[in-house]
Each structure stands twice: as structure tokens, then as C-alpha cells.
């Protein structure tokens, strides 16, 4: 009664069937968030703690580039504002003279 251990599934014990449930629902934890110790964790969450981690990376390299971007743009607008100050000098200085 307890402890059968029949295929038929009405003819399992009682104990049989908490040990066969108890085993399903750890192989389901497990295979969601994976095994304590394995060397190779291949899990459903370890899956998607990589798959945040790949976009992670890509956010972050695109920000470098748009960040560089600005910066080149920053040099040039600073670039062209120091000529054009220059300028202006020049012209001050050109028409004090006359």
C-alpha cells in the first residue's frame, strides 16, 4: 500500500508516489535554475543570465561608439569656435587700427 512499487499507476503506493513527485518537481527546479556544483550549467536561467549579459555587452559597445561620436563632434564644434574667436580678434584688431 505504501510502498508498491507497480507500472500500473493505480496500484503505486502512497510513498511511491510522493517519492516519484518529489523527484519531478526537484528535476524541474533544476533544470530551471540549475545544479549546485556542475561544471557545465546549462540551465534555463543561466541561459537567460547569458543571453543579458551578450546585450550587456552590445548596449555597452554601442555607447562607446555614440560616446566617441560625441566626442569627435565636441572637438570640431570647439575646433571651429576657436577659429572663429580668432576671427573676431582679428577684426577687432583691424578695425582699431583705422
Known sequence: MFTNQSND????GIG??????????IKSIQ??????GAVVDNSFMQREIRQ?????ERFERRLAS??????RQFTAMEKALSQL???????MQHMMQQ
Not at 499507476?9 to 503505486?12: I, P, R, V
Not at 533544470?31 to 549546485?36: F, L, P
Not at 543579458?52 to 550587456?56: F, L, T
Not at 555614440?66 to 566626442?71: A, K, L, N, S, T
Request: hydrophobic share 30%; net charge negative.
Open 66 to 71: 555614440v560616446e566617441e561620436r560625441y566626442w
Open 85 to 91: 574667436h580668432s576671427q573676431g580678434d582679428w577684426l
Open 31 to 36: 533544470d530551471k535554475a540549475g545544479r549546485e
Open 9 to 12: 499507476a493505480s496500484n503505486k
Open 52 to 56: 543579458y549579459d551578450e546585450q550587456i
Open 16 to 25: 511511491f508516489r510522493l517519492y516519484e513527485s518529489a523527484g519531478a518537481a
